[in-house]
Antibody, heavy 119, light 107 residues
């Protein structure tokens, strides 16, 4: 079955960096587009970034553009999110999600990893 | 950016009753609208997209309708496992955006 397992979250000081990983299994990872979505504590969902199956096409939310970098390693069935210049407002649970075929919907989600930005 | 507005913020419903949730887009998204369910401490789960196609394994009591700027998620007869927060998401334009959510609670 499809599994997405995030890791790499933790406590970081403002201005710091963190790299999130998402290990995928149960499907042909290289065939699917992927995304990161976040949820601040007690708040709603916010789409963060998207990457095509080849890694050529990438999009970011304006709130993270220039600070976050999405990437993937299809040989390792892994998705990444490099987060730099972190701010308090980046505090959230970060979910890795598979993008559905033919539509920009999120058909499978990981359990999430918590990133806390605080001094 | 397309703003998605969900109403009501909280819906109190008795088990077995019908629940109707609304989602409005600030501009037309065509049929490119999805619904997700999220229970406390869990990741969201895809329910419906397109906007009336149920995702794999989703019971028939969940149905979606609408087009353009007005969409509805209907749960025909609420079961105990349906009490959760529901989010709509448009996928017609970048950036992809979600509504603020509707919490369905037990009356």
């Amino acid at each position: 079955q499809v599994q997405l397992v995030e890791s790499g979250g933790g406590l970081v000081k403002p201005g710091g960096s963190l790299r999130l990983s998402c290990a995928a299994s149960g499907f042909t990872f290289s065939d699917y587009y992927m995304s990161w979505i976040r949820q601040a504590p007690g708040k709603g969902l916010e789409w963060v970034s998207y990457i095509s199956s080849s890694g050529i096409t990438i999009y970011y939310a304006d709130s993270v553009k220039g600070r976050f970098t999405i990437s993937r390693d299809n040989a390792k069935n892994s998705l990444y999110l490099q987060m730099n210049s972190l701010r308090a407002e980046d505090t959230a649970v970060y979910y890795c999600a598979r993008v559905g075929v033919g539509a920009l919907i999120f058909d499978y989600w990981g359990q999430g990893t918590l990133v806390t930005v605080s001094s | 950016e397309i703003v998605m507005t969900q109403s009501p913020a909280t819906l109190s419903v008795s088990p077995g009753e019908r629940a109707t949730l609304s989602c409005r887009a600030s501009q037309s998204v065509g049929s490119n609208l999805a619904w997700y369910q999220q229970k406390p401490g869990q990741a969201p789960r895809l329910l419906i997209y397109g906007p009336s196609t149920r995702a794999t394994g989703i019971p028939a009591r969940f149905s979606g309708s609408g087009s353009g700027t007005e969409f509805t998620l209907t749960i025909s007869s609420l079961q105990s496992e349906d009490f959760a927060v529901y989010y709509c998401q448009q996928y017609n334009n970048w950036p992809l955006t979600f509504g603020g959510g509707t919490k369905v609670e037990i009356k």
